[in-house]
């Protein structure tokens, strides 16, 4: 839904969304082999220990670490959410733990506990006094922020904290730790000139209630924070360069073995903003860190993969994966929609409360049931999400033209079947299903144009196809872009028809069609 | 001369009316016993009572002595021939495998089902060529001699027939029930017939069973019928159908 959401509103997709799909596919060699491995070369006696501080973002990047190392050979642990900066600072002078993230602006404050403003080479020196090495930043910058409502950003015209200025009847937020701190809210208030007057402290969940609601406008985020997006909230630009650059990086004790610091050193520049809040709120959502840092991994082998793919090979990819969508759903709607026709076609409150299920799946909004989807356990942003909301669509066609076809079977009919002798599943089997087939084949039919068609609206929650392109065509205004997934969407769906009229001569018995 | 199905105190309701009251009836071996009645008079009940279409709501019927029950009754209908109007005919399938249906389904032998299409084809004259035919390219006497076949592949002891000529032209249905009735003699068939045109119950029955209002009004021949009516219905209705057949 977060991801969904920030799709609507109009953002463009990371590269991560888009390859979300790919979640199942091995992106390496096989976790046995690695294990294997591992126990062959491996020659550190006691595997590396990753700490990580109390809370989502911090949990994610040691599991990336920890991965990182795993996936060249070495045996690596994480003590997950050991506590604050200083505990896990603590903790690694004493060697109970060989490495953790941290954020530039915290080793300087609260580590380093120097006022001025150290650069990224001072902090490095200064650390590797005290036996600590530093990696380059991984790639983003998880400071304070301020954040509003899009739309009211929008509305007003405010991009940066400067604009700010021209607000003042803006109601501001903030958390209490914000409003007291040195890096706070009254060194802002001076560096901008702010002159909002109503600003009340409050709990930091309360206050994205309390702004989604419009009980306040403004408020303080750290800026990778998942409610960003599951909000649909915009960061204000601190163009004054107030906030203190919090730079992620690893943190790890100069003994470590150089291969050790070489695995954690290639997360270097590799994590954007965008990425992190992405992998932050599948973490959240799923509430399953080691699967949020394993999308990490995915997102790049793919990205390198991908990068200059040429159009007949993409066009290829896209309608694959289109009719494995389409084709997929379409056999589990039929797998489970037939029988359920035969159930509904019994009538009473059963065959009604089928009939009527499948008929309100139909009347939900294919955006919305997606967005239903996304946050059950099983789904999340993936193909399986996809295959299940098509699958969905795909069952009233079938289940009423089944359920109808069986009732138009003549009573007489049904009672020659009966008082034939015939065994029940024989007379299903043999006598009604094939006397219907003709009805149920035509909801087959629908289905599949259907699927093909809606098959398209995948690509919201990254699971690829036709509506990929169609996608970014939209995101980036490219009308060339739209129509290299809306023709080929149109000419499969003909296909489609023109393959299920070739297979009505086939499958539908000769007696029915003189 | 022995019952071969017999009724004892059979009844059945539907939601808002009685369809069929507590009813006695004995169906004797070796004769056309014809159910004749108006519309709604609970002839078709009675019928569809016996193949167990429906459950009675209370009595028993026995078959050769043996009650009928739901356990009882899917062999049961092996041993009973069933044909209604239009031959009830599945359309997807052709003449042949219409006929051949139940006895491929019970697992008979092709050769033995080969003899026996053959001998059928014979007694009902139904043209061997068109076996190949889908019912939609048949007439619908062709139809009716295919329902025939099918009804009797099994050699049924007892053959249910529910107004299987009402839906055939005058010459037609008159050359079938000459056939019909020279099948049901050389077969010694127990028959039993429902039918609302007088004409076609004296024609073919042994017996009439002349039912109204979910009642047998009386059974016997058609001269105990015309000649000693058990109340004035029956009068009633053999002279209405006698000015009918006379227009």
């Known amino acids: ?514 | 001369m022995s019952a071969l199905v017999k009724l004892v105190d059979v009844s059945k309701r539907y939601a808002d009316a009685t369809a069929l009251h507590s009813t006695n009836l004995s169906i004797e071996r070796g004769k056309t016993t014809v159910l004749i009645g108006p519309s709604g008079s609970g002839k078709s009940t009675l019928f569809r009572l016996i193949i167990r279409l429906i459950e009675p709501d209370s009595g028993s019927i026995e078959f050769n002595g043996e009650p009928i029950t739901p356990d009882t009754i899917v062999k049961l209908r092996r041993r009973i021939g069933y044909v209604i109007q239009e031959g009830g005919l599945f359309p997807h399938l052709t003449a042949r495998a219409n006929v051949l249906l139940m006895a491929r389904h019970i697992g008979k032998s092709e050769e033995e089902m080969q003899g026996k299409l053959v001998e059928l084809c014979g007694l009902t004259r139904f043209s061997a060529n068109l076996l190949s035919r889908y019912p939609v390219e048949l007439s619908g006497g062709q139809r009716q001699r295919v329902g025939l076949m099918r009804a009797l592949m099994l050699s049924p002891e007892l053959l249910l027939l529910d107004e299987p000529l009402g839906a055939l032209d005058p010459l037609v249905r008159a050359s079938l029930q000459k056939d019909l009735k020279e099948i049901f003699a050389r077969l010694q068939q127990t028959v039993l017939f429902v039918t609302h045109d007088l004409a076609e119950a004296v024609y073919f029955g042994d017996e009439i069973v002349l039912m109204n209002d979910g009642r047998i009004v009386q059974k016997g021949s058609v001269t105990d019928l015309r000649e000693k009516p058990a109340d004035p219905f029956v009068s009633e209705f053999i002279n209405a159908q006698r000015g009918v057949s006379l227009t």
């Open chain 1, 1 to 514: 839904m977060k991801a969904l959401r920030s799709i609507l509103a109009g953002r463009p997709r990371t590269e991560s969304d888009r390859h979300l799909a790919r979640r199942g596919r091995p992106s390496g060699p096989s976790p046995a082999f690695l294990l294997l491995f591992a126990a062959v070369v491996s020659t550190h006696a006691t595997p590396v220990i990753i700490g990580s501080k109390k809370f989502t973002e911090s949990y994610v990047l040691g599991e990336i670490a920890r991965r990182a190392l795993n996936d060249t050979g070495i045996a690596a642990e994480h003590r997950q959410g050991m506590g604050g900066t200083i505990i896990l600072w603590q903790a690694l002078q004493g060697g109970q733990i060989d490495a953790y993230p941290e954020y530039t602006g915290t080793i300087a404050q609260e580590i380093l506990k120097n006022g001025q403003q150290l650069s990224f080479q001072q902090i490095r020196d200064a650390l590797a006094k005290l036996g600590v090495g530093m990696t380059e930043p991984l790639g983003f910058n998880n400071t304070y922020a301020l954040v509003m409502r899009r739309s009211e950003a929008q509305r007003l015209g405010i991009r940066t904290i400067s604009d700010l200025r021209k607000h003042p009847k803006l109601r501001i937020g903030f958390t209490h730790e914000f409003l007291d701190r040195q890096d706070g809210w009254h060194p802002l208030r001076e560096r901008y000139g702010l002159p909002q007057q109503s600003v009340i402290g409050i709990d930091h969940a309360l206050g994205y209630a309390a702004l989604a609601n419009g009980s306040i406008d403004i408020k303080d985020a750290y800026s990778t924070d998942a409610k960003i997006e599951e909000n649909d909230l915009v960061v204000l630009e601190d163009d004054l360069q107030f906030f203190p650059k919090y730079d992620a990086v690893f943190l790890f004790r100069s003994s470590l073995a150089p291969d050790s610091i070489n695995a954690l050193r290639r997360l270097e520049g590799t994590l954007d903003e965008k990425r992190m809040i992405h992998l932050n709120m599948e973490a959240e959502r799923t509430k399953n860190y080691t699967s949020a840092a394993n999308l990490y991994f995915q997102d790049n082998g793919r990205s390198a993969s991908f990068a200059d793919e040429s159009f007949p090979h993409k066009l290829a990819r896209w309608t694959l994966r289109h009719l494995e969508l389409a084709g997929f759903s379409l056999l589990l709607s039929v797998i489970i929609g037939i029988p359920l026709g035969i159930v509904a076609s019994r009538g009473g409150w059963i065959g009604q409360a089928i009939l009527g299920f499948a008929s309100i799946v139909q009347t939900i909004p294919s955006l919305a049931l997606l967005a239903l989807l996304v946050p059950l356990p099983f789904f999340g942003i993936s193909v399986r999400t996809a295959i299940a909301a098509l699958f969905l669509y795909g069952l009233l066609p079938i289940v009423r033209n089944t359920a109808s076809g069986l009732q138009d079977i003549p009573r007489s009919s049904w009672e020659s079947a009966v008082a034939l002798g015939l065994s029940p599943f024989t007379r299903l089997w043999e006598i009604y299903l094939p006397m219907a087939s003709r009805p149920i084949l035509s909801g087959i039919k629908t289905s599949a144009v259907i699927n093909v068609g809606t098959a398209t609206l995948a690509a919201l929650i990254g699971a690829g196809g036709l509506g990929e392109p169609i996608l970014s065509g939209l995101n980036l205004n490219d009308h060339v872009t739209i129509l290299q997934g809306a023709i080929p969407a149109a000419l499969l769906a003909l296909l489609v028809q023109w393959l299920f009229d070739v297979l009505d001569r086939v499958l539908i018995p000769k007696g029915l069609r003189i």
